[in-house]
């Protein structure tokens, strides 16, 4: 196993995720597929609770941009073909990554429709934009 200079995400319980994580640890991989491992349980607190609290499309975009660098995490975001009258109509999508665990994949897309919900703001810039961006 590689050692870190730095605190890496403990793993999940037996059975609970298919993540992938002792298999990316195990292997010859670059640095840049191990930044995932730096999202420890408190900085994936904190990194839920700064995406609850967008206030608005260009700080979403901002957050996008981090989650890619920093941790190689890509979202995807669509909106229905057909048209949008509620949340529902926007799909948020955390594409599958080794070490990614599967309730992180899961909270973050919940994280943001959360602000989207606060701030509806969000969601009508997105659709005066033309509405897609990933």
Same mark, same amino acid.
């Given at each position: 196993?590689?050692?870190?200079?730095?605190?890496?995400?403990?793993?999940?319980?037996?059975?609970?995720?298919?993540?992938?994580?002792?298999?990316? /640890?195990?292997?010859?991989?670059s640095e840049a597929e191990l930044r =995932?491992?730096? %999202?420890?349980? #408190?900085?994936?607190?904190?990194?839920?609770?700064?995406?609850?609290?967008?206030?608005?499309?260009e700080d979403l975009r901002h957050l996008e941009e981090l989650l890619e660098?920093?941790?190689?995490?890509?979202?995807?975001?669509? /909106?229905?073909?057909?048209?949008?009258?509620?949340?529902?109509? =926007?799909?948020? %999508?955390?594409? #599958?990554?080794?070490?990614?665990?599967?309730?992180?994949?899961?909270?973050?897309?919940?994280?943001?429709?959360?602000?989207?919900?606060?701030?509806?703001?969000?969601?009508?810039?997105?659709?005066?934009?033309?509405?897609?961006?990933?």
């Amino acid at each position: 196993m590689n050692a870190f200079p730095y605190p890496i995400r403990t793993e999940c319980p037996p059975g609970a995720c298919n993540c992938g994580r002792e298999v990316l /640890l195990q292997s010859p991989a670059s640095e840049a597929e191990l930044r =995932i491992m730096r %999202l420890t349980r #408190e900085e994936e607190k904190r990194l839920l609770q700064r995406l609850e609290s967008l206030r608005s499309l260009e700080d979403l975009r901002h957050l996008e941009e981090l989650l890619e660098k920093q941790l190689g995490i890509t979202l995807t975001i669509t /909106l229905s073909p057909n048209e949008v009258k509620t949340l529902r109509g =926007i799909a948020i %999508l955390v594409n #599958e990554q080794p070490g990614l665990c599967k309730k992180t994949r899961q909270a973050i897309p919940q994280a943001i429709k959360k602000s989207m919900e606060q701030h509806p703001e969000i969601a009508f810039e997105m659709l005066n934009e033309g509405g897609l961006f990933a």
